[in-house]
């Protein structure tokens, strides 16, 4: 066998890594979410039918397919509650998301302006809070904005405040506990597209008589847009499918996706409608995970021309 025979053959296994990865990790487990989706409310162990049973033979399989319906797509089409927990969901991560960035991209800026010894320093200043519990943050935070908590015994003691502020249950306190869990993922992307940015552009753009500002703008902005863009998708995607945040900090009256689908799956054990709602979600994520590869695939198709 020859020498190129030999690095081909694993580079072509290391290829299809990949993909089998996403058919066993992605495509089976949604293939069994959309066929429970497909499926009818049963009181029963598992609570749904038509259950299909390999050994009883294809025409017992053949039976069950048929018994599949669009009904619980048509309910999530139908119920408000289910419409309104998808926008609620959209709207608060389009707005965390946008907050992430405004307050993200300076720590980054200023993280990758560093001298080149401080920079771990304050990369692992920034990942320290990930070695303690997601959980016990979270915690933390109902201790200091409950209503003798921390954050009001302050504001009394300065004078600010004249009695206690209600800052829990409210979406503020939502939107601080979604901030603060997810700033590292938005700081992380954009801090390693600013480190590997060119100098030298800035340099050059001085001396055809930019303001630092004006340079900012037109080098060092664009040139940070793929920083950008995975940061906004690592703290996007998930928040949209948020349980634990909005179920502990933010109040009862209005819910996210994700404390639908928790309803769904063990208050009312209606599998199939749960399963239902976890299809359309990953549907709606795929769609800036799309647009995201089509910009990126333009991007680079740019700069081989």
């Known amino acids: 066998m020859s020498a190129r025979g030999l690095f081909t053959r694993p580079a072509r ?19 069994f979410v959309l066929k429970i989706a497909l499926s009818q409310t049963a009181i029963a162990q598992p609570p749904y039918v038509p259950v299909f049973d390999i050994a009883a033979g294809w025409e017992a399989i053949k039976v069950a397919a048929a018994q599949l ?112 869990s997810y700033l590292p993922f938005m700081i992380l992307p954009l801090y390693a597209t600013l480190a590997k940015s060119d100098a030298s552009l800035l340099e050059a753009a001085a001396d055809l008589g930019c303001s630092r500002l004006k340079a900012f703008w037109l080098v060092t902005f664009p040139l940070s847009l793929p920083g950008i863009g995975a940061g906004a998708l690592l703290c996007f995607i998930p928040i949209v499918g948020e349980f634990v945040i909005p179920d502990l900090l933010a109040g009862s009256d209005r819910m996210m996706i994700g404390q639908t689908l928790w309803l769904e799956f063990f208050t009312n054990r209606d599998w199939p409608v749960a399963s239902a709602t976890a299809a359309v979600l990953l549907v709606l994520l795929l769609v800036p995970l799309l647009i995201y590869e089509k910009l990126q695939r333009r991007q680079l198709d740019g700069e081989r021309a």
């Open 13 to 31: 296994l290391a290829a299809l890594a990949p993909y089998l990865w996403m058919v066993l990790f992605f495509l089976v487990p949604f293939g």
């Open 69 to 180: 319906s669009l009904d619980n797509f048509r309910l999530l089409a139908s119920d408000d509650l289910y419409f309104m927990s998808y926008v609620r969901s959209v709207t608060v991560a389009l707005a965390s998301t946008a907050m992430l960035l405004v307050i993200g991209y300076p720590i980054a800026y200023g993280m990758a302006r560093l001298p080149q010894r401080w920079q771990p320093i304050a990369m692992m200043l920034v990942i320290i809070p990930f070695w303690t519990s997601f959980l016990i943050r979270i915690y933390a935070w109902i201790n200091i904005l409950q209503h003798d908590g921390l954050l009001n015994t302050v504001l009394l003691a300065l004078g600010i405040v004249d009695k206690p502020v209600v800052w829990l249950a409210t979406d503020a306190a939502m939107y601080l506990g979604i901030v603060y």
